[in-house]
T-cell receptor
Framework: SQQGEEDPQALSIQEGENATMNCSYK?????LQWYRQNSGRGLVHLIL?????REKHSGRLRVTLDTSKKSSSLLITASRAADTASYFC?????????FGAGTTVTVRA | DGGITQSPKYLFRKEGQNVTLSCEQN?????MYWYRQDPGQGLRLIYY???????QKGDIAEGYSVSREKKESFPLTVTSAQKNPTAFYLC???????????FGNGTRLTVT
């Protein structure tokens, strides 16, 4: 079963704008991870946020986690054409890690 | 360079044939994973292995088999029992249960 579900399914923005996507999950977690996938390639890990953290930054990325609402958001600031990709959240306890269906982001020049 | 190698990149098979997808890592990771991705969809977990000589079924294990005889290798066999095997298959590994996954670049399997 896919525990994480991203929203929206697709997002189209102008270069320089911010992009925000959300992830909701169903059961308790130790951490939540965000990944990026360029077309036809493997996934690349972006950021991991632990269940006792509320916000985390990495470069132009900002991730928040609200365990009471079982949700997380990923914000990409000042988007670039190279940010065009699909973004997935992943959750799980123990060794099993499940992914959502992803948000496809298109950054227009 | 350390990483995960999946081979081949593209694989074509006739219906009714078993096929084995290769996954090798030189990251010294204990845990390895196989996921399946269908067009426009997320990843679904097929099998995972926490340690050598041990593996567990994921969410869609039917029609697939794996082995973990060496730490570096986690091959996936797609058997003729898998009803819809055409998909993009991704292998991943990580050091432990709370660490990020490192992915290979995938094998695109087409069965006709």
């Amino acid at each position: 079963s896919q525990q994480g579900e991203e929203d929206p399914q697709a997002l189209s923005i102008q270069e320089g704008e911010n992009a925000t996507m959300n992830c909701s999950y169903k059961t308790s977690i130790n951490n939540l991870q965000w990944y990026r996938q360029n077309s036809g390639r493997g996934l690349v890990h972006l950021i991991l946020i632990r269940s006792n953290e509320r916000e985390k930054h990495s470069g132009r990325l900002r991730v928040t986690l609200d365990t009471s609402k079982k949700s997380s958001s990923l914000l990409i600031t000042a988007s670039r054409a190279a940010d065009t990709a699909s973004y997935f959240c992943a959750t799980g306890n123990d060794y099993k890690l499940s992914f959502g269906a992803g948000t496809t982001v298109t950054v227009r020049a | 360079d350390g990483g995960i190698t999946q081979s081949p990149k593209y694989l074509f098979r006739k219906e009714g044939q078993n096929v084995t997808l290769s996954c090798e890592q030189n990251l010294n990771h204990d845990a390895m994973y196989w996921y399946r991705q269908d067009p426009g969809q997320g990843l679904r977990l097929i099998y995972y292995s926490q340690i050598v000589n041990d593996f567990q079924k994921g969410d869609i294990a039917e029609g697939y088999s794996v082995s973990r005889e060496k730490k570096e290798s986690f091959p996936l066999t797609v058997t003729s029992a898998q009803k819809n095997p055409t998909a993009f298959y991704l292998c991943a590994s990580r050091t432990g249960k709370n660490s990020p996954l490192h992915f290979g670049n995938g094998t695109r399997l087409t069965v006709t």
